[in-house]
Each structure stands twice: as structure tokens, then as C-alpha cells.
């Protein structure tokens, strides 16, 4: 049996994770609008026609590096709150996610520089939204399936509305960290402001 398809598959595999690798340590060092696709190539240590084998712009090895991401968010948070199966509530879900969740400062820092790049291109824009629509429905299925056993906050309307609530609060902290670099204060700020958001109790002044 002939096995060279298998092996240009693979071949094939890990000339794209070599340059999505080496594209987030140059993005990260040096912003994704100051990168050419020769330096990513230079970096990875292939040719152009290696890139081009495997992404037609910067903007598609981007998402790229985002979906890869977000498959590790998603992976990681699915772990930790499976461990108790569906009977997880609302705060000890946000204490699982908190403690797991990816707080990656070169991380932010690529996603924060492509942000500025699609607010000025429309057509950017809208596949970003896309990818950060998923985010959010896969947040919503999660709380969704614990209201039954803490009831999410009225003001928030859904479970649609909570997820955008998370989203939002994870941004404003991830925004400081980048600042402060401050890891163990963004998980404890996360957990607070998550628990303040989903539950009645949080947001009740003692």
C-alpha cells in the first residue's frame, strides 16, 4: 500500500504549525501590522511558496492562530467543568473556568494589535465578529445548561446576554493585564467580576 499521501499530510501539517508558531512569536515581538510575510517565512525557516501552500494572506494565518486558541480555550474549559458532569452550578462553574482560562500576555498581545487592524477593515471585521460570535455561543450553551441550578441575574436577560456579559468582562481584564502583567490578579478579578455578573448573590452589596 502506497503511504505517500499519508506522509505529505503530515509533511504538510507540520509546515503549517511551524509557521503558525513562528508567525505568533513574530507577531508577538514585533505587532501583527508591522510583520511581511517574508519575516514570518524567515522565521518558520521556509520559503514563500511554503506560505502560500498553506495560507493566501496574513489575515487567514491570523485566524488561524485564533481558532487555534480558541479550540485550546474551549478544550480547557469543557476539561475543568466536566469533572463534575452536568450538575456543575453557575459559581463553581465560574471558579473552574477562572482557574483554567488562558491568560497569555503574547497571546493578548497579538489578538489586541489584529483587533485595531480589522476595526479599519470592514471585511476583517465581520470574520472576526464571526469567530467571537462562536465564543460567545459556546459560553451560553455552558449557562445555559447550569441556570437550571443557579438562576442567572434578571438584568441579563439570557443566557445569550450572560455570555456577552463574560465576554466583556474577560476583555476588560485581559485589557489591564496587559498593562500590569499581572496574572494571578486577572484570574482574581475574572472570578469576582464573573460572579458578580452571573449570580444574584454577587451583585447584592454586603
Known amino acids: 500500500m502506497d503511504d ?14 511551524r509557521l503558525l ?3 505568533f512569536a513574530v507577531f508577538a ?3 501583527f501590522g508591522r510583520v511581511s ?7 518558520a525557516g521556509f520559503s514563500r511558496g511554503a506560505f502560500y501552500s498553506n495560507f493566501a494572506t496574513l489575515d487567514e494565518l491570523f485566524f488561524a492562530l485564533y481558532q487555534d ?18 450538575d456543575l ?14 491568560l497569555d500576555v503574547d497571546w493578548l498581545l497579538v489578538k489586541t494589535d489584529f ?11 465581520r470574520a472576526l465578529l464571526d469567530h467571537r460570535a462562536r465564543l460567545r455561543r459556546a459560553v451560553a450553551d455552558r449557562l445555559a445548561r447550569a441556570r437550571g441550578h443557579t438562576e442567572l441575574p434578571a438584568v441579563l436577560g439570557d443566557a445569550d446576554g450572560a455570555a456577552r456579559a463574560v465576554v466583556a468582562a474577560y476583555d476588560g481584564v485581559t485589557t489591564q493585564l496587559l498593562l500590569d502583567r499581572d496574572v494571578d490578579a486577572a484570574r482574581g478579578w475574572l472570578r469576582h ?4 455578573l452571573l449570580t444574584e448573590s454577587g451583585a447584592t452589596p454586603a
Open 115 to 125: 483587533l485595531v487592524h480589522a476595526a479599519r477593515d470592514p471585511a476583517v471585521a
Open 69 to 86: 486558541r480558541a479550540d485550546l480555550i474551549a478544550a480547557q474549559v469543557a476539561d475543568a467543568l466536566a469533572q463534575d458532569g452536568p
Open 193 to 196: 467580576l464573573l460572579t458578580a
Open 89 to 102: 452550578d453557575v459559581p463553581a462553574s465560574v471558579d473552574r473556568v477562572t482557574e483554567v482560562l488562558l
Open 29 to 31: 515581538a514585533k505587532g
Open 37 to 43: 510575510i517574508e519575516e514570518v517565512c524567515e522565521a
Open 21 to 23: 508558531d513562528a508567525a
Open 4 to 17: 505517500t499521501p499519508k506522509r505529505v499530510t503530515r509533511r504538510r501539517a507540520r509546515t503549517r504549525a
